[in-house]
């Protein structure tokens, strides 16, 4: 596997672990303020959340580099990481565009 092909298959993964951990931070956030019943969700999907949050700006900032991505992709996938959810849409049209390189072609 090359180095493209890796920095699209993380890209991709974190794009999409990022998106499904605000769902977890959303989820203890409402269950903290709404019911006001218990702060473990925060607690545990912060963290979770702040970790893959550094990951995904990292691969962003190393696909930008791979792929020669312009100045405006390259920043609008770096701004996708504020909404929530908005990697994981970023990721599919990126990859549509053709923004994350070849797809693999499995041979069987």
């Known amino acids: 596997m090359n180095e493209p ?20 931070l959303l989820i203890g956030m409402y269950v903290k303020y709404v019911p006001e019943t218990t702060e ?3 607690k545990i999907f912060g963290p979770i959340h702040g970790g893959i949050f550094l ?12 792929f020669g991505w312009s100045f405006r992709v390259g920043a ?6 504020i909404p929530p959810f908005a990697t994981a849409l970023f990721e599919v049209l990126a990859d549509r565009a053709g923004l994350l390189g070849e797809r693999e072609n499995a041979t069987t």
């Not at 990951?55 to 791979?66: G, K, N, S």
């Not at 609008?76 to 990481?81: F, G, P």
């Open 5 to 24: 092909s890796r920095v699209r298959t993380w890209f991709r993964v974190i794009a999409f672990a990022e998106a499904c951990s605000w769902l977890g």
């Open 76 to 81: 609008l996938a770096l701004v996708a990481s």
């Open 55 to 66: 990951a995904y700006v990292l691969i962003t900032l190393t696909a930008w580099r791979v």
């Open 40 to 42: 473990v969700g925060v």
